[in-house]
Every structure is written in structure tokens, then in C-alpha cells.
């Protein structure tokens, strides 16, 4: 095996050297490709840009052919169509800590199931398949923040919290601009 200089890792979370484990078992060979983009999936939901850069760069190809190759396979999600992005763990440890009640809240108050989108295009939920965080079972990723120990009711509030701070946000903005214009 070439032995080159490796790429640093996109951020401290843990998964991301998890994905580098695992490309290192495959040689970091060109044709492991779709194999590591699973696990990247697997891992974090979807293929964000931050995990596409990173395996070209770990893999040495250029980044056309892995955006190619993840644009392809109807199976790869790029970043979710929402706002906001919601990765429920269903992993084995929180399939049975609660991930059910989670989804049913999430359907019943929201519309949502995983791989889809609400329609006021807010919220896309998406699933991984361990967030490396098992002892905080049943856990959700939201907009990059790991919460866990969630019931359907803490996942609402939380839920709820983001959601409406847009709306304040929003709120806020159009305020200023009537100070502004008057
Ligand atoms: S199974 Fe959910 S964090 Fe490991």
C-alpha cells in the first residue's frame, strides 16, 4: 500500500474516523468508492459536501468523479432538501431505547418520515445507522448537534425550539427593515 499523507479529518466527531478506519481496510483503492460512500451515508445520514471533499481527498480522486458517482445512485442522499436537518439514529441501541415513539411523534406532528422532506421544505428527516453515541440512546442529530436520551416529547420541544426560532428570526429581520425604511 502507498503509504501518503492523509487529509485532516473534517471535524472532531468520532465518525469521521470511523469512515477513515474503514477506507483504510480497503487500501484506500479507487474502486472501494461506493462501498465508503454507504458508510459515510450510514454514518451521518447523507453525503454532505464536507464528506465528499474528504473521500476524494482520501482516496485520491478527483472530486467530479465521487460528486458523479453520488449523484448516480438514487440510494445517496446530498445534503437533505430541508431547512433543518433531523438524523434519527436506528441503530440497534436506540431502535430499542424508542426510536419508534420518536418516528411516530415525528409523522404525527410533523408529516414526516424518514427520507422525506415537510412540506414547507423546514424539516428533511434522515436516518444513520449508529452515531457512535449509543450510550445516549435513543439519539438525533439535528443541524449538526447531537441530542440524546430524547422521549417524543423532549424531541418535540427541542424540534419545536429550532422551528420557531426561525420564525423570531424572521420576525426580527422584518422589524428592523420597517425601523429602516421609516
Ligand atoms: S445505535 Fe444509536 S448511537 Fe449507536
Not at 468520532?14 to 458508510?39: F, N, P, T, V
Not at 412540506?119 to 440512546?137: E, H, I, M, P, T
Amino acid at each position: 500500500m502507498i503509504d501518503f499523507a492523509k487529509p485532516e479529518l473534517p471535524s472532531d466527531d468520532k465518525r469521521w474516523k470511523a469512515i477513515q478506519k474503514e477506507m483504510r481496510k480497503h487500501g484506500y483503492r479507487h474502486d472501494a468508492l461506493i462501498q465508503i460512500l454507504h458508510s459515510v451515508q450510514g454514518a451521518f445520514g447523507y453525503l454532505g459536501k464536507d464528506a465528499l471533499a474528504f473521500v476524494a481527498a482520501s482516496l485520491r480522486l478527483p472530486m467530479s468523479k465521487v460528486y458523479a458517482v453520488a449523484t448516480f445512485y438514487h440510494y445517496f442522499v446530498l445534503e437533505p432538501a430541508g431547512e433543518h436537518s433531523c438524523v434519527i439514529c436506528t441503530g440497534t441501541a436506540c431502535y430499542i431505547k424508542g426510536v419508534p415513539e420518536l418516528l411516530d411523534m415525528l409523522k404525527r406532528e410533523y408529516g414526516v418520515g424518514l427520507g422525506e422532506t415537510t412540506a414547507d421544505k423546514k424539516l428533511s428527516l434522515v436516518s444513520a445507522r449508529c452515531v457512535g453515541a449509543c450510550g445516549l440512546a435513543p439519539v438525533a442529530v439535528i443541524d449538526g448537534e447531537t441530542y440524546g436520551k430524547l422521549t417524543a416529547e423532549s424531541m418535540h420541544e427541542t424540534l419545536e425550539k429550532i422551528l420557531n426560532s426561525d420564525i423570531a428570526e424572521t420576525a426580527d429581520a422584518s422589524r428592523d427593515e420597517e425601523e429602516v425604511e421609516a
